[in-house]
């Protein structure tokens, strides 16, 4: 894929600044489609295909979950891991304002706000990761270790 194609996000400019190493794979978006339209159009494995979660506490503080395309979020185990009372997904124009991306688009990389990232402890053991670019319809793919590199998630164990 020739580089003009590729969008330019702040994912991808957070990406290129830590020099890291990763594909781009451009497909055609569905609404409301998720991961297993994406693995579909990727010809890949939806477990390797990566969701990325924008979710909040009880008093709203916002935190990204990283979770197999073909998992859920066991929101009560992550909740009690982190010591707060409810953790639920957050509406989208609240995930967009956070995120500063486009629900279908969030990427984890150069969001708009800091917040703490965690991730499901078995994508670690992934050789390579599809991950949101920060636009609808754009994965990248890298490996799993330059996730952890570059946004130093929590490892956790919250698979529903």
């Known amino acids: 894929m020739s580089q003009d194609k590729t969008p330019v996000t702040a994912a991808i400019r957070m990406l290129r600044q830590h020099k890291a ?3 781009d794979h451009l497909y055609a978006y569905e609404e409301k489609g998720g991961t297993a339209v994406s693995a579909r159009e990727l010809g890949v494995d939806e477990h390797a295909v990566i969701k990325t979660l924008v979710m909040e506490d009880e008093t709203k503080r916002p935190l990204i979950v990283l979770m197999h395309g073909d998992r859920e979020v066991s929101t009560k185990n992550l909740a009690r891991h982190i010591g707060v009372k409810t953790i639920s997904p957050c509406v989208p124009d609240i995930a ?33 990761i599809y991950i949101n670019g920060g636009k609808r319809g754009y994965l990248v793919g890298l490996a799993p270790q330059t996730v952890i590199d570059i946004l130093k998630p929590e490892l956790v164990e919250v698979e529903a």
């Not at 995120?99 to 670690?124: D, H, L, N, W």
């Open 21 to 23: 190493v990763f594909s």
């Open 96 to 128: 967009n304002k956070h995120s500063g991306y486009m629900v279908g688009g969030t990427s984890p990389f150069g969001t708009r706000k800091a917040m703490p990232v965690y991730m499901q402890a078995s994508i670690a053991g992934l050789d390579k």
